[in-house]
């Protein structure tokens, strides 16, 4: 199934993201061509204890789309499990402006693509969000023109 979905990004005419998951790495592509490679760390598997049930968050697989795109001067709801996660306190306002970094990628299920912000829970640099993809902030900076809503992300 995964070797299929590598092949259907492969043979996408339209811009799209696709991550190897397993070599971490990600690549902006447009009918077979490379037009962006770049090292990327997957968040890895957890399940989270303390809520009413389990939560369970994988590393992603499967084909995505862009549904928002959350700019460093805006403000994204950081999930309360983050908190938790970090053994910080859950504040009352959870919504920090530029929260994702430079450019935050929301994409379908809610799976982020992210870069480290400045403020912030994700600040720590010892932490990647579970179940999502940091990319360093140059390559963030590079295909940020050319990411739009309605975008596939295809994960393999």
């Known amino acids: 199934a995964l070797e299929l979905i590598r092949r259907q990004a492969l043979q996408d005419r339209e811009l799209h993201l696709a991550v190897a998951v397993d070599s971490a790495r990600m690549y902006l592509e447009r009918e077979g061509a490379l037009l962006r490679e770049m090292d990327v760390v997957v968040g890895p598997e957890r399940v989270l204890e303390g809520g009413s049930e389990p939560l369970r968050l994988a590393v992603p697989r499967g084909t995505r789309t862009v549904a928002a795109l959350v700019t460093e001067r805006d403000a994204w709801e950081v999930p309360a499990w983050v908190y938790r996660d970090l053994g910080l306190p859950v504040p009352a306002d959870r919504r920090v402006r530029g929260a994702l970094g430079r450019l935050g990628i929301?994409?379908?299920?809610?799976?982020?693509?992210?870069?480290?912000?400045?403020?912030?829970?994700?600040?720590?640099?010892?932490?990647?969000?579970?179940?999502?993809?940091?990319v360093e902030d140059e390559d963030m900076r590079a295909i940020a023109p050319n990411v739009k809503p309605g975008m596939t992300v295809y994960f393999y």
Do not use: E, N
């Open 106 to 134: 929301v994409l379908t299920g809610g799976t982020v693509i992210y870069s480290r912000p400045k403020r912030g829970p994700l600040a720590d640099s010892s932490y990647v969000l579970p179940g999502s993809v940091l």
